[in-house]
């Protein structure tokens, strides 16, 4: 049976040790990757469920079907190629052509880290919202602005979230950079088949029409001998795109991870006293109801209370008895 609370002054005192303890439990849970507190509730384990969403996050970019560099094998680039040429020197490759791929296949996968921000801020959701409900659950009057508290804060970080990830994809689309080492060294091994490449499309024509690059596996290339004025800028433009697609995905997984634990961090530090707070404050909120009891505690308490009084009366009169034995034996 809680304590009953007879001042503001008290209910303020207990208002805050439940926000300390909540936050407390969600810094352990959510940031430290602590379970004492729920060693059998695996759902609770925080850090190695996001751990878990991450690498799924991963798997699902890299196996979309615009990262399948084999599919359709030159043909992309060469009806774009076509699409882009222009008055001027034969071995410049058109930037736009690039471009215009990136661009296709960023908004091919555009939807999935969206998808992927509101699935984890869904499981931080219920991650605040059972914690705050365990702490708070001698203080009914107070879930109601709890919950409400909580499924606001976590809708504004999600919106922020969202908007955040839309930038991410677009910069994406926008320009074509890296600071990467790994994408020249990646484009330069690529590159190292070309001429065995060409060399097989064009002068034999007798040869199975497959082939087999490294990076890309068995390829169909009996469609290709016809393009031979471009088969040469459109290899080196699949094999730019391979190398630097593998920068994209990487960057937009690195990307999502620190903006994500950087926004829980700041939810359970920063955002998440002050919502509680300002709800509670606010209009249909205030501290005058954490005086107030739930029927079902109320109807409780009265029931012990007059347990204790009838126990109290059947004390008096048993000593009264008592006394009247030992008055008769005396």
Known sequence: MP????SPTEAMTAFMQIIGMAKESLRKILVRGEFDEYPDEQNMHCTA?????FNQFSDELHKHAESDPAENFLMEEIMVLEETKGIGLPNFLPRAAFLTILQKRVKGISSIPTIFA???WSYVEEIVISVVMHHSE?????????RRAGHNLIAKMKERSINWVMEIVEMQKQTDYTCNPEYLSDWNELMVQQDAFMKYVLTNVDCPSIIKLEGFGEIEVSHLEKYS????????LKMRMTAYWKIVLKRLVDCMALHLLLSIGNLVNKEFEAEIVNELMGPGGGIERMLEESPAV???RQKISKSIELLKKSKEVVAKIMDK?????D
């Open 3 to 6: 304590q009953k609370m007879s």
């Open 49 to 53: 469920r996001l751990v878990e969403m």
């Open 118 to 120: 509101e699935m984890v």
């Open 138 to 146: 001698h203080n009914y009057q107070l879930q109601l602005s709890f």
């Open 229 to 236: 004025h471009v088969l040469q800028q459109a290899f080196d």
């Open 298 to 300: 109320a109807s409780k």
């Open 325 to 329: 034995i030992g008055t008769y034996n």
